[in-house]
């Protein structure tokens, strides 16, 4: 997926340069490479962040209830 997202930037970059002026060529890349390929690589991201803090959770022991002396009774 990276491959892909270094490919679109390079290709905007190239945009970018061939642009009339500076101002066109830095919204080009904004607006045409950067939100949105940082905007896949987020809602692609989105589950491994999930997986990631349900394992942080659970290694922290923060999952399971919690338990004292008194409920043992």
């Known amino acids: 997926m990276y491959i892909v997202a270094i490919a679109w930037l390079y290709v905007t970059l190239m945009m970018a340069v061939t642009e009339a ?3 066109a060529g830095v919204l080009t890349l904004v607006f045409y490479g950067l ?3 940082g905007l896949l690589l987020w809602i692609v991201g989105t589950p ?3 997986r990631n ?9 923060l999952g ?7 409920q043992a009774d």
């Open 21 to 23: 002026s500076l101002m």
């Open 35 to 37: 939100l949105p390929c």
């Open 48 to 50: 491994q962040r999930k």
């Open 53 to 61: 803090r349900s394992t942080q959770i659970a290694q922290q022991g």
């Open 64 to 70: 399971e209830p919690d338990r004292t002396d008194s």
